[in-house]
């Protein structure tokens, strides 16, 4: 069993909602702990994870104040009440942590969470094309997507919003 992910319409949200919404997750810009575990260009991974500076870092991020339980609760309501679409399941957890990731993440979610990213873009037709050709990608793992039409209904209504996504 696997994650759903979503794309969702940023309406009645504000950035500020979104990064603490996203602030203990892992690979989310709005993480502090992110920035601490990516390793600078240049440098060997365990080089890099045996230095002071990777320390220093890793030590910054961990005292990094996270939201209140209260702030969190609150942010997850408003972000679940926004109008959304179901794209498909994934497991990213077990994609980051077993050797085969594309087992764990279908080709069409992991191409729209590509696309879509964390910069809130506008809904154009440029990126309902794009989502449309990542449903050419097709699906080889065992978790389910949507249909396309679905999802390309979804974003032809919402063209000219700012969507984003999630996984629950």
Known sequence: MGADFQVHILDGLDEEDLKIFFSQSIGSKYCPMTSALEVPEGK???????????????????????????AMENVTDKVLATVG???????????????????FIPSIVDQIANIIGEELPVITDDLINQIREAFN????????????????????????????????
């Open 44 to 70: 060997d991974a365990a080089d890099w994870e045996d230095s002071d500076e990777f320390a220093a870092q890793f030590l910054a991020a961990i005292k990094e104040p996270s939201p209140s339980k209260e």
């Open 137 to 168: 990608l097709g699906n080889t793992t065992e978790y389910k997507t949507a249909e396309k039409d679905t999802v390309i209904s979804f974003f032809e209504a919402h063209k000219g919003r700012r969507a984003f996504f999630i996984f629950v």
């Open 85 to 103: 679409v179901w794209i498909g399941e994934a497991s990213p957890l077990k994609a980051g942590l077993l050797s085969d990731p594309e087992q």
